[in-house]
C-alpha cells in the first residue's frame, strides 16, 4: 500500500501521478475488503465468546502500553549475538531487532573488547528496544472499536466493566506519540473517542484528554485532509453526547477551534472536492472514502463541505440554557462578526461580474474572464459563510433566542440583513441563491414569528434575481 512508501509521522500525501493513485487506490481496496471480512469475523465471534474476545483486545492494547512505557534504552547489548546485520541504521542479532527504523542519529560503532561479549554492537543511542510499531497500535485501537459495537451493557460500566476500564485507558493514555499523528491510528483513536462517548460521560477526567485528541495535530489540526475533516465531523457527534461535560472546559475549547474555524471559513472546498467524512463510522479513512475500520464513507465527490459540522457543534455548545447570557451574547457575536465581514468584503467582486456580463456592459473578453473567476472565489466565501451560520444556529432554541434572551435574536436578524445583499450582488448565481433560500428557512426555524418583519426584503430579493420564478395565485 502506499502509506507505506510515505512519512511515517502521518502516513504521508497521495501520489501525485494519477497512475500511481489509481494504483495505490485499487491496492488500498482490496486490502480494506480483506480487512471489512476479517472485523465481521471477529464481531461475530465476540457475540459468541465475548469475554474471550474482550481478553484478546487487552493483550494487545496491553501490549502497546507496555511497550510504551519501557525504559529508553542505550543499547539492546544483552539481547544481541555476535552475528548482526545493520538494519537502517540500527543493528539486528538473534532475532531481536532494535526498531527505531528512522531514527535521525547516525551509528557509531565502538571498539570491540576482546571478550566476545558484544558490548560494541550499540544501535544509536535514541533507539528504543520496544517501542511499538504503526501496524500493531492501528490494529489493536481498531479493535477496540470493532468491539464495543453491540457490547452488552455491563461491559460499558466505567465501574468494573472490562471493555470501558479498556476504552478510558485508550483515551487518558492515548496512542504512543511516536505513532499517534499517523492518518491511521489517529482516526482509528477518534473513532474510539466518539463510540465510547457514553463511557467518557461517566469519567469526567478522561474528558479533557479526549477533547484534545480532536482538537490538536491529531484532529483537526492534522496535515492530512481526511483526517482533519473526519475529525471535525466526530467532535460534533462527540459533542452531541457529551454537551453539559463539556461546558466547564468551554473557553479553552473556543480557544483551541479559534484556527480551525478560521481556516474553515475561508478555504471553502470546490464543487467536486467535497468531504466524506459523515457518510461512515469507524476506523481510519485511507483514501476515496475506505474506511480502516470496515466501514465506508460518503463519496469523495460529495458537495457538502464535512469540515463545516465543526459550526454545529460550536452552536451545541453556545446554545446552552444554562450559559450566563452575557457570555453566550459575547461568544455567539464573536463568532458571527468574521463571517458577516466575509460575506460584505465578497459583494464588490460579485457586483462587478454581474455589471461586467451584463449585456451593453462593453467589457472585454479577457476582464470578464478576470471578473468572473473573482466572483467565482468571492461566492464561495458567501456560501461558506452562510452554511457555518445556518450550523450555528441550530443549537440555539427559538424560544430562548426570542423570549429569554431577544439579545441573540438580534445577531440573527443582523445576519439576514446581510446575506440579504449577497443574490442581489450575483442575481444570475443559482448556488448562491440556493444557499440564500435555505438560509432563510433556517432563520424561520431559529427566529420563528419574530422574522415576520424582515422578511419582506428578503422576499423581494429572491423574487427580483430569478427571471423563471413564476409567482401562482393561492387555490382557496
Same mark, same amino acid.
Given at each position: ?81 555476535? $552475528? $548482526? ?83 478510558? @485507558? ?12 499517523? *492518518? ?25 484528554? @479526549? ?61 467536486? #472536492? ?66 458577516? *465581514? ?9 457586483? @462587478? @461580474? ?8 462593453? #467589457?472585454?473578453?479577457?476582464? #470578464? ?33 426570542? *423570549? ?28 448562491? $441563491? ?7 428557512? $433556517? ?23 430569478? #427571471? ?9
Amino acid at each position: 500500500m502506499y502509506a507505506r512508501a510515505c512519512s511515517v509521522s502521518y502516513g504521508g500525501a497521495p501520489p501525485a501521478q494519477p497512475s500511481d493513485l489509481a494504483a495505490a487506490q485499487e491496492e488500498q481496496a482490496a486490502v480494506e475488503e480483506k480487512r471489512k471480512e476479517l472485523f465481521t469475523l471477529f464481531k461475530n465471534l465476540a457475540k459468541i465468546v465475548f469475554a474471550e474476545a474482550l481478553a484478546f483486545v487487552g493483550s494487545a492494547l496491553g501490549t502497546v502500553f507496555a511497550r510504551q512505557d519501557a525504559p529508553w534504552q542505550v543499547g539492546c547489548v544483552a539481547q544481541l549475538v555476535v $552475528r $548482526r546485520v545493520r538494519v537502517s541504521g540500527c543493528w539486528r542479532g538473534g532475532g531481536t531487532l532494535c526498531c527505531c527504523s528512522e531514527c535521525p542519529l547516525p551509528y557509531t560503532e565502538l571498539q570491540h573488547a576482546a571478550s566476545r561479549e558484544p558490548k560494541a554492537a550499540r544501535p544509536c543511542v535514541t533507539c528504543h528496544v520496544s517501542q511499538p510499531c504503526t501496524q500493531e497500535v492501528e490494529v489493536a485501537v481498531s479493535l477496540l472499536y470493532e468491539l464495543g459495537e453491540g457490547a452488552p451493557d455491563d461491559a460499558l460500566k466505567a465501574e468494573g466493566g472490562g471493555l470501558a476500564s479498556l476504552a478510558l @485507558a485508550l483515551v487518558q493514555r492515548g496512542p504512543p506519540p511516536a505513532v499517534a499523528r499517523h *492518518r491511521l491510528v489517529a482516526l482509528a483513536h477518534l473513532e474510539c473517542c466518539v463510540r465510547y462517548a457514553r463511557v467518557l460521560q461517566q469519567q469526567q477526567a478522561a474528558i479533557p484528554p @479526549a477533547l484534545a485528541a480532536f482538537l490538536d495535530a491529531r484532529g483537526m489540526g492534522h496535515p492530512a485532509d481526511d483526517v482533519s475533516t473526519r475529525a471535525c465531523y466526530l467532535f460534533s457527534r462527540l459533542v452531541k453526547i457529551l454537551r453539559q461535560n463539556v461546558r466547564p472546559y468551554l473557553p479553552d475549547v473556543l480557544a483551541s477551534l479559534e484556527p480551525h474555524l478560521q481556516r474553515i471559513a475561508t478555504t471553502p472546498l470546490a464543487a467536486a #472536492a467535497g468531504g466524506g467524512a459523515a457518510g461512515g463510522g469507524g476506523g481510519a479513512a485511507a483514501m476515496d472514502g475506505v474506511q480502516g475500520s470496515g466501514k465506508a464513507s460518503a463519496p469523495v465527490n460529495a458537495c457538502v463541505d464535512d469540515r463545516l459540522y465543526v459550526f454545529d457543534a460550536v452552536g451545541l455548545l453556545l446554545g446552552q440554557d444554562d450559559l450566563a447570557p452575557e457570555q453566550q451574547l459575547q461568544l455567539l457575536g464573536s463568532l458571527l462578526q468574521p463571517l458577516l *465581514r466575509q460575506v460584505e468584503g465578497s459583494l464588490p467582486a460579485l457586483r @462587478a @461580474a454581474s455589471a461586467a456580463s451584463a449585456p451593453g456592459s462593453g #467589457a472585454s473578453v479577457a476582464s #470578464a474572464a478576470a471578473a468572473a473567476q473573482a466572483s467565482a472565489s468571492a461566492a464561495g466565501l458567501v456560501l461558506q459563510s452562510l452554511e457555518a451560520i445556518n450550523r450555528l444556529s441550530k443549537g440555539f432554541r427559538t424560544d430562548v433566542v426570542t *423570549r429569554q434572551r431577544p439579545q441573540l435574536a438580534g445577531l440573527f436578524v443582523r445576519a439576514l440583513e446581510v446575506a440579504v445583499a449577497a443574490p442581489a450582488a450575483a442575481p444570475a448565481n443559482k448556488p448562491l $441563491r440556493a444557499r440564500f433560500i435555505s438560509f432563510v428557512h $433556517r432563520m424561520v426555524e431559529c427566529l420563528g414569528p419574530a422574522l415576520l418583519p424582515y422578511l419582506p426584503p428578503a422576499l423581494e430579493v429572491l423574487l427580483s434575481t430569478q #427571471a423563471d420564478v413564476q409567482v401562482r395565485p393561492r387555490q382557496v
